[in-house]
Nanobody, 127 residues
Framework: QLQVVESGGGVVQPGGSLTLSCAASGFTLDAYSMGWFRQAPGNERRGISCINHNGDNRLYIDSVKGRFTISRDSSKNTVYLQMTNLQPEDTAIYYC????????????????????WGLGTQVTVAS
């Protein structure tokens, strides 16, 4: 069974930074693309970034582009989301998931979750 565990969330002030981690188990990262989603209070879960199976294609939604960086470390079977210049609108529970290996195109991520949803990690941005 494909499972993930997210960690690294916390409470930060506007302009602060956090790095989230997503540890994969039951599968090898190299066999999948990976994505990060977030769900703000009262909203649906939404994909925000993806990285393809070998790391040479990374995509972001417009609202996080230039502030967030997705990366992967196959040796640790872990995906990361480095977040800088955090704003109150970034407050949400953040989730990661495995995506179809060859799904990402030049401009879009394949928002098809192939792993079980973890508990997520809470990010709160407040002064």
């Amino acid at each position: 069974q494909l499972q993930v565990v997210e960690s690294g969330g916390g409470v930060v002030q506007p302009g602060g930074s956090l790095t989230l981690s997503c540890a994969a188990s039951g599968f090898t990262l190299d066999a999948y693309s990976m994505g990060w989603f977030r769900q703000a209070p009262g909203n649906e879960r939404r994909g925000i970034s993806c990285i393809n199976h070998n790391g040479d294609n990374r995509l972001y939604i417009d609202s996080v582009k230039g502030r967030f960086t997705i990366s992967r470390d196959s040796s640790k079977n872990t995906v990361y989301l480095q977040m800088t210049n955090l704003q109150p609108e970034d407050t949400a529970i953040y989730y990661c998931t495995a995506l179809p290996k060859y799904g990402p195109t030049k401009s879009s991520c394949p928002w098809v979750a192939l792993s079980s949803w973890g508990l997520g990690t809470q990010v709160t941005v407040a002064s």
